[in-house]
T-cell receptor
């Protein structure tokens, strides 16, 4: 158990809809990362938050947004969903948010999103 | 853009033999490299890492080799065990921001 909690584990929705994925980092970790894993693709970095502030942005679509709350949990909002958004979405956390070189990430077990 | 590439989607080895997983990268600014292991229905877990100032790091049965001139790293598992069967992701970062992952290699270790 990595200590990172993601809910829900599975989500089935229709095109055009909006969903929210939730992530609780490990106790004490200040940074949260979101990754997308599509079929046969690696983990695509979406966005990182550190202590409530956006820290780095990757290949995140404009239809997607995220935030980190004062209690450090994070939510990833996906709107106007398309079939191609079907993927496994991982959240990861780290203690220092990239301030230490080579700092490892702790991943949740992911949310499997299916857009029908 | 695929800055980290794992060109072998799968690898099958016999128990007790060596497993060699390869990874290539294109960004010469990467200064830290990590390997993660993923079992089905679980998130990736950290396995081993190496700084760009080193060319080898060993942890038990796992050794990572880095060849900066070739922009290539490899993970050696000796001896391989059935419990090592998983998907292995190579990752690279510049100061641990914006960590980039490869597509993964599925390792199967046969008893």
């Amino acid at each position: 158990d990595s200590g990172v909690t993601q809910t829900p584990k599975h989500l089935i929705t229709a095109t055009g809809q909006r969903v929210t994925l939730r992530c609780s980092p490990r106790s004490g970790d200040l940074s949260v990362y979101w990754y997308q894993q599509s079929l046969d693709q690696g983990l695509q970095f979406l966005i990182q938050y550190y202590n409530g502030e956006e820290r780095a942005k990757g290949n995140i679509l404009e239809r997607f947004s995220a935030q980190q709350f004062p209690d450090l949990h994070s939510e990833l909002n996906l709107s106007s969903l398309e079939l191609g958004d079907s993927a496994l979405y991982f959240c990861a956390s780290s203690a220092a948010g990239g301030r230490r070189r080579g700092e490892k990430l702790f991943f949740g077990s992911g949310t499997q999103l299916s857009v029908l | 853009d695929q800055q980290v590439k794992q060109n072998s989607p799968s690898l099958s080895v016999q128990e007790g033999r060596i497993s060699i997983l390869n990874c290539d990268y294109t960004n010469s600014m990467f200064d830290y490299f990590l390997w993660y292991k993923k079992y089905p229905a679980e998130g990736p877990t950290f396995l081993i890492s190496i700084s760009s100032i080193k060319d080898k790091n060993e942890d038990g049965r796992f050794t990572v080799f880095l060849n900066k001139s070739a922009k290539h790293l490899s993970l050696h598992i000796v001896p391989s065990q059935p419990g090592d069967s998983a998907v292995y992701f190579c990752a690279a970062s510049v100061g641990n921001n914006d960590m980039r992952f490869g597509a993964g290699t599925r390792l199967t270790v046969k008893p």
